[in-house]
Structures are given as C-alpha cells and as structure tokens.
C-alpha cells in the first residue's frame, strides 16, 4: 500500500519561509514532485527530482529547493522569500514507474498524498 503524507504547512507572512515534508512508505520511489493547487485553479507542479536531477517551475526558481532523505524515506520543499500567490494546497506525488528526467506535469504522476495548506499573507 503506498502512501504519502505531507506536512509542515501552515500561515505565515510575505517574505517568511516554510519546508513541507512528505513521509513515502510502502516503496521509494526514485520520480517525485510537489504540486500545488489553488481555489478555482489547475493542479499545477511547482517542484519535482529524478535521477537526472530537478525541475521546477519558472514561477518558484531560485525559492524552492526540492530535496529528499532517501534513508528517511522523506521528500522535503524548502520554500523561501514566499508570496501571496504561492497561496494554495499542496501535494507530493509519486511516479511509479521510473523517469531519467524530472516532470513537473502531474498526470505523469501515480500517487498522491492528501496535501498540505500553506497561506501567504502580505
């Protein structure tokens, strides 16, 4: 049974930092992303890692890091210098089956964890 769960979600002011966890169990998984998704928006991805190495999205360059904790089993996103717009849920997902590059589209993705509210005051 795979599952992810996120956390580390929470309110905080323009400007502040967050870093969202997501605990794997079942399998570990090497193609992994962060997604988010916004009230009466898209699923978009924001952040995703893979033997290649790591992709994201133009509007979080320079202020995500997507890393991962392969012992932990734990896929993490710092998030810095945040913003209203980065206001929305978000969620990590798992590929099933391996991809040499990271993907950022999330119906390249399998799993999917329930997700974690993050809000960006200003």
């Known amino acids: 049974q795979v599952q992810l769960e996120e956390s580390g979600g929470g309110s905080v002011q323009s400007g502040g930092s967050l870093r969202l966890s997501c605990a794997a169990s079942g399998y570990t998984y090497s193609t992994m992303g962060w997604f988010r998704q916004a009230p009466d928006k898209e699923r978009e991805g924001v952040a995703a890692i893979a033997t290649a190495g790591t992709s994201y999205a133009d509007s979080v360059k320079g202020r995500f890091t997507i890393s991962r904790d392969r012992v932990k089993n734990i896929l993490y996103l710092q998030m810095n210098s945040l913003k209203p717009e980065d206001t929305a849920m978000y969620f990590c997902?798992?590929?099933?089956?391996?991809?040499?590059?990271?993907?950022?589209?999330?119906?390249?993705?399998?799993?999917w964890g329930q997700g974690t509210q993050v809000t960006v005051s200003s």
């Open positions: 997902a798992a590929r099933r089956d391996p991809r040499f590059w990271p993907v950022l589209q999330p119906g390249e993705y399998n799993y």
